[in-house]
């Protein structure tokens, strides 16, 4: 990050939109971690234990999303540069 200032503006910007998202990316994964380890708690009801795996399905697919557009941004910032 000390060599960041060597760049044009507009690239240390987008470098820093991307560490934010995978800063962000990285919270949701441990809480999805946090959550699956969840689903072998044998003292939670079977209807919160649903409740559970719906919740982490819907993560899931909020970080499948993230991570998708992260990659398309790196992708075109490393075509593009």
Do not use: C, H
Request: aromatic share 8%; no cysteine.
């Amino acid at each position: 990050m000390n060599l960041l200032s060597l760049f044009p503006a507009d690239f240390q910007n987008r470098i820093l939109e991307i560490r934010a998202q995978i800063a962000i990316l990285n919270q949701d994964i441990d809480q999805s971690t946090f959550w699956f380890s969840k689903t072998f708690d044998s003292g939670i009801t079977e209807d919160n234990q649903q409740v559970i795996r719906d919740n982490l399905r819907a993560r899931y697919e909020t970080i499948e999303g993230a991570s998708r557009r992260l990659a398309d941004k790196i992708t075109n910032l490393v075509s593009n540069s």
